[in-house]
């Protein structure tokens, strides 16, 4: 498992459960909650087990992704078509989780940060949309071995969990 290999990966996964709580637990308040946390860690898995073959699909065996081909993906297509979110709103985040600021390809752990965030723009549960209330970008070097996901959200969602 990839996730074995390399301790940091193994701290983002977890981190990246968290963020999935977060989406749970908007979820739940908008219905009942069947109390079936193993079947909740599953379906995480699964969503990281999709988002990591779609990456390596995508990236073609490289280590990072590029902007166009994540551009090309028929999801992003769908989502731009749809006018679900705009380019330039997918530009700014993707600029934001980049090393240099600009549109130069991304590794798994971003590109699955980059997933969550335009996730939570109409997965909030709020019907107001997610990650413009939610996730603070601000000082926030995703590059940084120690970088959590679960750090980018306000205190009052933290502390919600």
């Known amino acids: 498992s990839v996730g074995m290999a390399d301790p940091s990966l193994a701290t983002f996964e977890e981190a990246l459960k968290v963020l999935y709580a977060l989406d749970d637990e908007a979820t739940d308040e908008d219905s009942e909650a069947d109390g079936d946390e ?3 860690d599953a379906a995480n898995e699964m969503d990281f087990t999709y988002l990591e073959g779609v990456f390596k699909e995508l990236a ?3 280590e990072e992704i590029s902007y166009a081909a994540f551009i090309a993906w028929s999801e992003t297509q769908h989502l731009l078509t749809e006018e679900i979110i705009s380019r330039a709103d ?3 985040m993707w600029k ?3 090393a240099d600021g600009e549109l130069s ?3 798994l752990k971003q590109w699955v940060v980059l997933n969550t965030l335009i996730d939570d723009l109409f997965d909030d549960g709020d019907g107001e ?3 413009e209330d939610d996730v603070d970008l601000s000082g926030v070097d995703p590059h940084d071995p120690s970088f959590d996901p679960s ?3 306000d205190e ?3 502390a919600f969990l």
């Open 60 to 62: 073609g065996g490289a």
């Open 90 to 92: 997918v530009e700014s």
């Open 38 to 40: 193993e079947g909740e």
């Open 105 to 107: 390809p991304l590794p």
């Open 129 to 131: 949309g997610g990650a």
């Open 96 to 98: 934001g989780l980049s």
């Open 151 to 153: 750090s980018v959200y």
């Open 156 to 158: 009052d969602t933290v």
